[in-house]
């Protein structure tokens, strides 16, 4: 198995522009339609756990870290049904971006749907939605291209 891949990103630069924009678009939106940086941060970290992105959770633990995110709580987050850290508004949350992340399962069920519309509002669940949607994409990009993850220094 070749350890050395092609650099998505750097290989066609433009596209990856492309995709950085569209994911500050969606920051902007989701920010305009009252989803918070912590929410955000939980979010994009679900997603990429779910995913097995260590590229990702590299990136997005640091952040939530600097929104105010706890260990504890970056802990729990792969539990988070069961763990009483988190708000109703983040549980909907997390439920949404495992929908988004698991999309060739069930789609967004209607359960999921109601459950989660009856906490988020209809703007914060445009702005997760979209968050969900984005941060998957990098997951695939940092997954097939087997971004590397080295220690932390320090």
């Known amino acids: 198995m070749s350890e050395t891949r092609v650099h998505l990103s750097r290989s066609a630069m433009s596209a990856y522009r492309s995709l950085e924009a569209f994911s500050k678009e969606v920051g902007r ?36 870290q600097r929104t105010g995110v706890t260990m504890d709580e970056l802990g729990q ?23 988004y992340t698991f999309i060739h399962r069930d789609g967004v069920s209607d359960e999921v749907y ?8 209809e703007k914060e669940y445009v702005g997760v939605s979209w968050i969900a949607i984005s941060i998957n994409s990098f997951n695939r990009l940092a997954i097939a291209g087997r971004y590397p993850v080295p220690p932390l220094k320090g």
């Open 77 to 99: 987050i792969p539990v988070w049904r069961d763990s009483g850290v988190f708000s109703d508004r983040e549980r909907a949350a997390l439920e949404l971006a495992e929908a």
């Open 114 to 121: 109601d459950r989660v519309g009856g906490i988020l509002s």
């Open 29 to 64: 939106i989701a920010s305009e339609y009252g989803v918070d940086d912590r929410l955000r941060e939980l979010v994009q970290l679900h997603c990429s756990q779910l995913n097995g992105c260590a590229y990702c959770m590299r990136v997005h633990v640091e952040r939530a």
